[in-house]
């Protein structure tokens, strides 16, 4: 397993304070802290609260305040529901006492049902494909002072179709990206849980911008994630490729709309997010 997976892991764990309060910390980078990774810490902090024989199957969150990458995160866990199949947990992240996010993460034991699933759309292999490290590696080296070289690569992320963000143009909202994490994760479907919800932000807020000549590196353009929802369908590894299917269907007031979907490469959808998202274009 690679140092930047391991590093990854220990951050998205939290630590324990009491039997329901946890602790995270943040990288130096981004300016505010990614709201991919609150959503992962505040599912780990619930699950460690939840019999492991019970997985998360749906997760819905607000984003209420940037975060601050230099402090400390504090996540509480409210056990309000611990019933004969389900049993639900509400999760608030706070920066000095302030609350910053809050969620409502819901569990369920396995039983058998009626399924069906949508069929994943054809799409190239990963392999071929450039990878965000290897293209914003090429950008910062093509213009150097406007973009900045990644430094770490714990998720492999690879555009189907990658878009032009130094020159957007309005598009389909419709894009489609695989999705790894570079490390063996081991077998527990928790971990795998915790790295899809971090994964799941990624990208997300950007389908709703596909349709209008910005891109999320626009100073122009005011962009933050509002809330969140991802449901869990059934086990995956999140250590094998995904292809994350996204969409937009509206924008609209201020705000944008958008759709995903995780499937295996062998065409199982496994889990759906959905996300409202300020965009808002500075008029000064």
């Known amino acids: 397993m690679s140092s930047d997976i391991e590093k990854l892991i220990n951050r998205l764990e939290v630590k324990k304070l009491d039997k329901y309060l946890f602790s995270g910390l943040s990288p130096k980078r981004p300016a505010r802290v990614f709201g991919g990774q609150v959503l992962a810490q505040a599912l780990n902090a619930a699950i460690r609260t939840v019999d492991s024989s019970r997985l998360a199957h749906s997760m819905h969150a607000y984003f209420l305040r940037p975060g601050d990458p230099s402090k400390q995160i504090i996540y509480h866990v409210d056990p309000i529901r611990d019933g004969k199949s389900f049993t639900t947990r509400n999760v608030t992240a706070k920066q000095d006492g302030i609350a910053i996010f809050s969620s409502s993460i819901s569990f369920h034991m396995e039983e058998a049902g009626l399924a069906h699933h949508m069929p994943m ?3 190239p292999p990963p392999e071929g494909l450039e990878s965000d490290f290897e293209r914003w590696t090429r950008l910062a080296q093509e213009h150097p002072g406007k973009i900045d070289s990644p430094r770490t690569e714990a998720i492999e992320r690879k555009a189907v179709q990658p878009r032009d963000y130094l020159n957007p143009q309005p598009q389909e909202p419709e894009r489609q990206l695989w999705f790894r994490a570079l490390g063996d994760l081991g077998d527990d479907p928790r971990l795998h849980q915790t790295l899809l919800a971090f994964m799941s932000d990624y990208a997300l807020l950007g389908a709703a911008l596909l349709p ?3 891109s999320g ?8 994630s509002l809330d969140h929802a991802i449901w869990f369908h059934r086990p995956f590894r999140a250590d094998e490729h995904l292809l994350y299917c996204l969409d937009s269907p509206v924008s609209g007031g201020g705000r944008g709309f958008s759709r995903g979907s995780f499937y295996t490469r062998d065409g199982l959808l496994v889990a759906s997010t959905a996300q409202e998202s300020l965009q808002r274009v500075r008029q000064d």
Not at 217 to 224: C, D, N, P, V
């Open 121 to 123: 759309p054809e799409v």
């Open 212 to 214: 209008h000549p910005y």
């Open 217 to 224: 590196i626009e100073k122009e353009l005011q962009s933050a």
